[in-house]
């Protein structure tokens, strides 16, 4: 640990739900990774499939730490505050809007510190009003931080998303039927309506798109699909617990999101060596440098025209360098010495 008269720390990270998504990945790597560091974490949401993956030594606490309802949250915060005040917890940890809110509140109870971890490029608005109270904040990108400048505290710190190494990577593909990859949550944000609207303008080309991942807008992806003649070279495999096995397998990554605050999938690929082709936006743009070839964002024509040249062989998909991933490990101590640093100038 950086500071060792400080000793193991009692840590409560607050979500919503813990279900599959980038924010859920997140608090699961680094809540692994601060119990391998020798603290005691507590992960309080209101549960899912993810839990599983904790490491024995994380405690979870369901709590509806998720609903958008003042009485609900308050009452989150009023077991959150006496448990902490109880067990002497050293720092309340909020991930997400609704858990900002919880966690402000207790901290009001209870005089425990507490931060959060902005992952997006949030709304300006009411919603995100304890942002300025918290005693410190962490943005997974430098975009993420000039977006909320003016609606964060005085104490912010970049740490980007760390991946742990899954010891997947790509190699070469034999010649054949362009196999294409998409990777993520299903809904208007993550711009997957945007590729299958390009790739309909090349039916005379052999390619097949793959979706790995579920959402809200499934069913009308799948009925896009239909209507634009390419239901059956456009395959819908839902989540899948190993999204860098298909990467590795598949010949290209495509990133079309028309936002993030950094791009979980990104990362994977781009630690894994996938060729990918993505969006051209600040988050990636600062994760890949600003000479990497990217996509303008919601543009049809500049997809149909990138992946064209893709398929014809008039253009590589690039790869970009691992070394800007940071590894789960790194991300974990890197929230560490941050946390440590905002326990101490509480105290």
């Not at 309080?44 to 958008?68: F, M, N, Q, S, Y």
């Not at 993520?184 to 798109?209: F, N, P, Q, Y």
């Not at 959402?215 to 999204?243: C, N, T, Y």
Request: hydrophobic share 40%; with cysteine.
């Amino acid at each position: 640990m950086d500071d060792p008269e400080m000793g193991p720390l009692k840590i409560a990270e607050i979500l919503p739900e813990f279900h599959e998504g980038g924010v859920e990945r997140h608090v699961l790597w680094l809540s692994n990774g601060l119990a391998g560091m020798g603290h005691c974490v507590t992960v309080i949401t209101a549960g899912g499939k993810l839990e599983e993956k904790l490491d024995p030594e994380v405690e979870i606490w369901r709590l509806p730490v998720h609903r958008k309802n003042p009485v609900t949250g308050l009452y989150a915060a009023l077991k959150i505050a006496d448990r902490a005040k109880r067990e002497r917890w050293d720092i309340l940890h909020a991930h997400s809007r609704v858990p900002a809110w919880i966690a402000w509140w207790a901290s009001s109870m209870t005089g425990i510190p507490w931060v959060f971890t902005a992952h997006d490029r949030y709304r300006k608005n009411g919603a995100i009003r304890p942002f300025r109270s918290a005693h410190g904040s962490i943005c997974v990108s430098e975009a993420v931080r000039k977006h909320l400048s003016g609606f964060l505290p005085n104490r912010v710190e970049v740490i980007r998303n760390g991946i742990p190494f899954s010891g997947r990577q790509w190699g070469e593909k034999p010649d054949g039927a362009m196999r294409i990859l998409f990777v993520g949550r299903l809904t208007h944000r993550k711009g997957l309506h945007i590729v299958m609207e390009a790739l309909s303008s090349l039916k005379d080309w052999e390619w097949s798109l793959e979706v790995v991942g579920d959402g809200p807008q499934r069913q009308e992806l799948e009925a896009l699909a239909g209507s634009l003649g390419i239901k059956r070279r456009v395959i819908f495999h839902g989540f899948q617990d190993d999204p860098q096995k298909w990467m590795a397998e598949r010949d290209m990554l495509i990133f079309p999101s028309l936002d993030e605050g950094m791009g979980l999938v990104l990362m994977q690929a781009i630690q894994a060596g996938v060729p990918v082709l993505a969006s051209d936006i600040e988050p990636v743009r600062e994760l890949v440098g600003e000479e990497a070839l990217l996509v303008a964002p919601g543009d049809v024509e500049r997809w149909r025209q990138s992946i064209k040249e893709v398929i014809s062989g008039e253009m590589n998909p690039p790869r970009f360098d691992p070394k800007a991933v940071p590894t789960a490990k790194e991300m974990a101590r890197s929230v560490c010495g941050f946390l440590e640093s905002v326990i101490n100038s509480s105290r």
